[in-house]
């Protein structure tokens, strides 16, 4: 029984990643901050040290004083994990073996009956296992789109009926009450059910209707099709698809900024008002030697503003970076853009330009008036922060779930739009191709009703977490409530 005048504890556990912890944490602080909790975020930890851009926000001056963070005892990489597994394979197994390890005990210490709920997110539900055992409602906390996390639902019944690789369909994927996903932009983890990667996805998203309830990070402005079929739709009803509670977006709100991110405002300062183009590929972009050349040459070639946080080159996209998100001084040192941009590039973009190395404060710069467009890979995080202060998109998907959501942003939600490979088996993008792109976002008219669109989302999401009428607000305070009063009825 919680002494009186306790507030109540809920526990929120997000798996390895900033795409994760960003989210869950922001998740932490509006039930701390709006809904009377004391919250306990859980960190799973390695034995590497963490990268400084996760310091940094888990130092964050605005976390409130009822949210805590607890360290789960560390993980040894090399010995859980093997040179050659792919990223979310080395992700859910370094996962499991602190959730297993650790989970139970650390619960326990926080006292069995004071913990009203625990919230998870795709690749940490062994807690769900454990949470049973100690009779803590576990919920999951979807860091993607409703539309993925509606395929996500439907994957053991497209498991179980299709033979061949799901590549290999003819036509693209019905899922019930949602917009068909094309096969070309199936996440890569579903492409081979032979490995390790779908095997690990598979296990995880067939747990999700043991969740007591669903909690997307999205609102219904957003996306209704997707909301309303896997609420309504009779093939999600039959499942049974637990309760879904859109409670978005939940994005960062302020970042430190270094002195770096200091001298970009600063000159975004000076330039026009939507002039800017910001260019980031998330804390896992990386591009091939050859297709970051001919970005560049593409941005010059376009005469647009620019501000372009550039890492250094590698063919393996999408793994050298995700758990060292970088952001930290000696990096931005090593990671020097003279050393492998075009020649004469940055000398040419003087002025026009402005290229910074490894990290920069992404949610001050798409909040500045002057950024008129976001060139980004369309991670779920991005596209939330750049819709939530009103900016276009130029979709440059990947890997993960990117593709999916770039068809989305453009087909359904009409913010984005997509750069073309071009016929023949090109693999990479053309600077001709990213120059007409870029002109067009940033001066045409589609651009322009892109960013018409965009600013009209923007005060949709303000409304949607207002805390009066907002619809994301009222959804996270009617399960606030229910984690209230459903276990008072238990103590």
Known sequence: MEKQGIKPHVAVLPSVGMGHLIPLLELGKRLALHHGFRVTLLLITTNTPPSAAQDQLLCSPDIPSDLHILKLPPVDVEQVTTHDMLIMTRLCVITEHSLIGSL???????????????????????????????SIPAYLFSTTCIAFSAFALYLPKLDSDVECEFIDLPEPIEVPGCSPVRTEDLLDQVRNRKNDEYKWFYFHVSRMPLASGILLNSWEDLEPVSLKAIKENPYFKHIPTPPVYPVGPLIKQQETLSRVDVECLEWLDKQPPDSVLFVALGSGGTLSLEQQNELAMGLELSQQRFIWVVRHPTDVTGSGTFFDSGGSQAEMNENDPRGYLPEGFLRRTEGVGLVVPSWGSQVAILGHPCTGGFLSHCGWNSSLESIAHGVPIIAWPLYAEQRMNATMLVDDIGVAFKLEKGAGGHTIFARQEISRVVRMVMEGEQGQVMRNRAKQLKQSAAKALDNMNGSSHHSLSFVSNLWKTTTDQVL
């Open 104 to 134: 139970k005990s650390v619960l326990v210490a926080l006292g069995l009956g004071q913990t009203r709920a625990l919230v998870t997110d795709f690749f940490s539900t062994q807690a769900f296992d454990i949470c049973n055992e100690l």
